[in-house]
C-alpha cells in the first residue's frame, strides 16, 4: 500500500475516533435537550388549550355584558283578602344584619310563607321573575305566569330605574305574555333562530333567581322538541342544564352569539332544588305570539281541522305505509280547511309546507304558527300514493264543532254493544253510529292497543259498524294475528288502533 493510501486511512479513523468521543462526552447534554424539547411541546400544547379555554371564558363574559342592558327585574303584585297572618321566627342564623343587608328584610317574606292563621285582612301576594327588552320603544317579553292576575307589575332596569308597566297581553297556552314601559331609546336584546339548535351546544341563562338580579349561568342544550311536559298547551322546548331558579322565568336563554334562543318557563324540581333539567320557549314561537300580542293584544292562532294522532308500526302496516314518519288524520271537521281541500279520514300527513312533519305536537304547533287565511301545500299519502294539496288555513277559534260517529271474539278481550240514541246521549256522542266499548279486559290486546270502556268503535279495517252485526261480520273477514285496525270515537276525539292477537 502506499504511503499516501495509508495516510488518508489513518486520518478517517482518527477523526472518526474524535467525532465519536465528542458524542459520548456530549450525550448527557443531548438528551437533556430532548426531554427539554418534549417538555417545551407539551407546555405550548397546554397553552394553546389554556388559549381555547380563555377564549370561551371571554366569550361567556361578552355575552354577560351585551345582554346586560336588556334583562329586567319584574315585580308582580297582587291584592287579596286573607288570615292576618303574624310573621315567624326566621330560620337560626337569617336573623343577623349581614343577611339582611344582602337579601333584604322581604327576602323570606317574598318567597317563604312565614305567617301563621288569624283574623282576616288584606294584604300583598308578591311574585318576581325576569323579562328581556324585546324593542328600543319599552316592550317587554315574559312568562305569563310571572304577571298572572297581577293587579300591578313593576319593572326594574339594569340601571336601577323601576317603571310601572302595562299588560299588552297573554297567552296561557304558550305561557308568554308582553309587557309595555313608557320608556323610549332602551337596549332590546338580538333576538336568533332556534329552528337549527342542537343538543350538545352551549348557552347561557340570565335572570333574577330568588331575586339576585342579573344572574348568569351556563350549560348546554340538553335536548330541543320536548313536549307532554304539562307545562303549557302548546310545547315544544328547549330543554338545557343551565341553572335555573325560581326568579328566572321569563329570562332570556342565549347562544355564544349573544342572541336571545329561547324565553326560560320552567323547571324539574325536587329536593335539594335544581335538577339540572329546565325547559325554555324557542324564540321562534315566542316570536309569533310576541308580534301578535303587539299588533293585536291577542293571539291569533291557525286551524286546519283535522283530529292526528302519531303512527306506531302496527298503524302504518295496516295503511301500507314503510315508514312511522309523518301524522294520521282520524278525522276532519266538517266545513273546515282541510275538508274543503279534501282531506281524508286516513290520510297520512307527511310534508307541511315543505317540511316533513315529525309528531302530532310538531305539526300542531306550525299549524298553529301559520297565519290565517295563508295558503299552504300539505303532502299526504293515500292508498299507497303520495299527493300534494293546496289548505288555506283557517282561524283557531275558543271552541269548535267535533267532527262526527255484538260482541267480539274472546280473544280480542273486549265487549261491545250497538250505540243508542240514549247511550250516545250520556256519553256526548249524538250523532255518531257505531258500537260502543262496554268493557276491556285487563292484558287483553285491547287494552294494549289503548282501547278503553266507552270508546265508540266506528270501523274496522275501514268498513264502518254501525252495529253489532256489522262489527262481528268485519271481524270475521279480519285476521288478528295480522291486526285488526279500528277507527275509534274517545271522549270527542277520533283515533286509529290496531289489535293484533300475538
Same mark, same amino acid.
Given at each position: 500500500?502506499?504511503?499516501? @493510501?495509508? =495516510?488518508?486511512?489513518?486520518?478517517?479513523?482518527?477523526?472518526?475516533?474524535?467525532?465519536?468521543?465528542?458524542? $459520548?462526552?456530549?450525550?448527557?447534554?443531548?438528551?437533556?435537550?430532548?426531554?427539554?424539547? &418534549?417538555?417545551?411541546?407539551?407546555?405550548?400544547?397546554?397553552?394553546?388549550?389554556?388559549? +381555547?379555554?380563555?377564549?370561551?371564558?371571554?366569550?361567556?363574559?361578552?355575552?354577560?355584558?351585551?345582554?346586560?342592558?336588556?334583562?329586567?327585574?319584574?315585580?308582580?303584585?297582587?291584592?287579596?283578602?286573607? &288570615?292576618?297572618?303574624?310573621?315567624?321566627?326566621?330560620?337560626?342564623?337569617?336573623?343577623?344584619?349581614?343577611?339582611?343587608?344582602?337579601?333584604?328584610?322581604?327576602?323570606?317574606?317574598?318567597?317563604?310563607?312565614?305567617?301563621?292563621?288569624?283574623?282576616?285582612?288584606?294584604?300583598?301576594?308578591?311574585?318576581?321573575?325576569?323579562?328581556?327588552?324585546?324593542?328600543?320603544?319599552?316592550?317587554?317579553?315574559?312568562?305569563?305566569?310571572?304577571?298572572?292576575?297581577?293587579?300591578?307589575?313593576?319593572?326594574?332596569?339594569?340601571?336601577?330605574?323601576?317603571?310601572? &308597566?302595562?299588560?299588552?297581553?297573554?297567552?296561557? @297556552?304558550?305561557?308568554?305574555?308582553?309587557?309595555?314601559?313608557?320608556?323610549?331609546?332602551?337596549?332590546?336584546?338580538?333576538?336568533?333562530?332556534?329552528?337549527?339548535?342542537?343538543?350538545?351546544?352551549?348557552?347561557?341563562?340570565?335572570?333574577?333567581?330568588?331575586?339576585?338580579?342579573?344572574?348568569?349561568?351556563?350549560?348546554?342544550?340538553?335536548?330541543?322538541?320536548?313536549?307532554?311536559?304539562?307545562?303549557? +298547551? =302548546?310545547?315544544?322546548?328547549? /330543554?338545557?342544564?343551565?341553572?335555573?331558579?325560581?326568579?328566572?322565568?321569563?329570562?332570556?336563554?342565549?347562544?355564544?352569539?349573544?342572541?336571545?334562543?329561547?324565553?326560560?318557563?320552567?323547571?324539574?324540581?325536587?329536593?335539594?332544588?335544581?335538577?339540572?333539567?329546565?325547559?325554555?320557549?324557542?324564540?321562534?314561537?315566542? /316570536?309569533?305570539?310576541? +308580534?301578535?300580542?303587539?299588533?293585536?293584544? +291577542?293571539?291569533?292562532?291557525?286551524?286546519?281541522?283535522?283530529?292526528?294522532?302519531?303512527?306506531?308500526?302496527?298503524?302504518?302496516?295496516?295503511?301500507? =305505509? &314503510?315508514?312511522?314518519?309523518?301524522?294520521?288524520?282520524?278525522?276532519?271537521?266538517?266545513?273546515?280547511?282541510?275538508?274543503?281541500?279534501?282531506?281524508?279520514?286516513?290520510?297520512?300527513?307527511?310534508? =307541511?309546507?315543505?317540511?316533513?312533519?315529525?309528531? !302530532?305536537?310538531?305539526?300542531?304547533?306550525?299549524?298553529?304558527?301559520? @297565519?290565517?287565511?295563508?295558503?299552504?301545500?300539505?303532502?299526504?299519502?293515500?292508498?299507497?300514493?303520495?299527493?300534494? $294539496?293546496?289548505?288555506?288555513?283557517?282561524?283557531?277559534?275558543?271552541?269548535?264543532?267535533?267532527?262526527?260517529?255484538?260482541?267480539?271474539?274472546?280473544?280480542?278481550?273486549?265487549? !261491545?254493544?250497538?250505540?243508542?240514541?240514549?247511550?250516545?246521549?250520556?256519553?256526548?256522542?249524538?250523532?255518531?253510529?257505531?258500537?260502543?266499548?262496554?268493557?276491556?279486559?285487563?292484558?287483553?290486546?285491547? /287494552?294494549?292497543?289503548?282501547?278503553?270502556?266507552?270508546?265508540?268503535?266506528?270501523?274496522?279495517?275501514?268498513?264502518?259498524?254501525?252495529?253489532?252485526?256489522?262489527?262481528?261480520?268485519?271481524?270475521?273477514?279480519?285476521?288478528?294475528?295480522?291486526?285488526?285496525?279500528?277507527?275509534?270515537?274517545?271522549?270527542?276525539?277520533?283515533?286509529?288502533?290496531?289489535?293484533?292477537?300475538?
Amino acid at each position: 500500500m502506499r504511503p499516501g @493510501k495509508k =495516510y488518508a486511512i489513518l486520518s478517517a479513523i482518527v477523526v472518526a475516533l474524535v467525532v465519536l468521543g465528542g458524542a $459520548v462526552i456530549h450525550a448527557p447534554r443531548l438528551v437533556e435537550r430532548m426531554h427539554y424539547a &418534549a417538555h417545551a411541546g407539551q407546555a405550548r400544547a397546554a397553552r394553546e388549550k389554556i388559549g +381555547e379555554a380563555a377564549d370561551l371564558s371571554e366569550a361567556f363574559k361578552q355575552v354577560a355584558r351585551s345582554v346586560r342592558p336588556s334583562v329586567v327585574h319584574i315585580t308582580s303584585v297582587r291584592r287579596v283578602r286573607g &288570615a292576618e297572618r303574624p310573621r315567624a321566627p326566621l330560620p337560626p342564623g337569617f336573623d343577623r344584619d349581614p343577611f339582611r343587608d344582602f337579601f333584604g328584610d322581604d327576602f323570606f317574606d317574598r318567597f317563604f310563607d312565614r305567617r301563621a292563621p288569624g283574623p282576616q285582612r288584606e294584604f300583598e301576594q308578591r311574585g318576581v321573575g325576569t323579562g328581556v327588552i324585546v324593542r328600543e320603544d319599552g316592550y317587554i317579553l315574559t312568562n305569563n305566569h310571572v304577571i298572572a292576575q297581577a293587579e300591578e307589575v313593576e319593572v326594574k332596569l339594569s340601571t336601577g330605574a323601576t317603571h310601572t &308597566a302595562e299588560v299588552v297581553g297573554t297567552d296561557p @297556552k304558550t305561557d308568554l305574555a308582553v309587557l309595555k314601559i313608557d320608556v323610549n331609546d332602551l337596549t332590546a336584546a338580538v333576538l336568533g333562530d332556534s329552528g337549527d339548535l342542537e343538543p350538545g351546544e352551549w348557552v347561557l341563562a340570565v335572570g333574577n333567581p330568588f331575586g339576585l338580579e342579573q344572574t348568569v349561568t351556563a350549560g348546554i342544550i340538553s335536548a330541543v322538541g320536548r313536549a307532554d311536559v304539562g307545562i303549557a +298547551e =302548546y310545547e315544544d322546548f328547549i /330543554q338545557t342544564d343551565a341553572a335555573i331558579n325560581p326568579g328566572n322565568s321569563g329570562g332570556p336563554l342565549l347562544n355564544l352569539r349573544g342572541e336571545v334562543i329561547g324565553i326560560n318557563t320552567a323547571i324539574v324540581a325536587g329536593p335539594g332544588g335544581f335538577q339540572g333539567i329546565g325547559f325554555a320557549v324557542p324564540i321562534t314561537m315566542a /316570536q309569533v305570539v310576541m +308580534e301578535s300580542l303587539i299588533e293585536t293584544g +291577542e293571539v291569533r292562532r291557525g286551524w286546519l281541522g283535522v283530529l292526528i294522532q302519531d303512527l306506531d308500526e302496527d298503524l302504518a302496516q295496516s295503511f301500507q =305505509y &314503510a315508514t312511522t314518519d309523518g301524522v294520521l288524520i282520524g278525522d276532519v271537521t266538517r266545513d273546515s280547511p282541510a275538508e274543503r281541500a279534501g282531506l281524508q279520514s286516513g290520510d297520512i300527513i307527511v310534508e =307541511y309546507d315543505g317540511e316533513p312533519v315529525e309528531s !302530532v305536537h310538531d305539526l300542531r304547533n306550525r299549524v298553529a304558527q301559520t @297565519k290565517p287565511e295563508e295558503t299552504i301545500e300539505i303532502k299526504v299519502f293515500r292508498d299507497g300514493e303520495t299527493r300534494t $294539496v293546496e289548505v288555506t288555513i283557517g282561524l283557531l277559534e275558543t271552541a269548535r264543532g267535533v267532527p262526527e260517529r255484538d260482541p267480539a271474539p274472546a280473544e280480542l278481550g273486549l265487549s !261491545v254493544e250497538t250505540l243508542t240514541s240514549e247511550r250516545a246521549r250520556r256519553l256526548d256522542a249524538e250523532g255518531i253510529e257505531g258500537v260502543v266499548v262496554t268493557a276491556v279486559e285487563p292484558g287483553s290486546p285491547a /287494552q294494549q292497543a289503548g282501547v278503553r270502556q266507552n270508546d265508540v268503535i266506528l270501523s274496522v279495517n275501514g268498513a264502518a259498524v254501525p252495529d253489532t252485526d256489522t262489527f262481528s261480520e268485519a271481524l270475521a273477514q279480519a285476521d288478528p294475528q295480522r291486526g285488526i285496525r279500528m277507527r275509534l270515537w274517545s271522549r270527542g276525539q277520533i283515533r286509529f288502533v290496531v289489535l293484533r292477537v300475538r
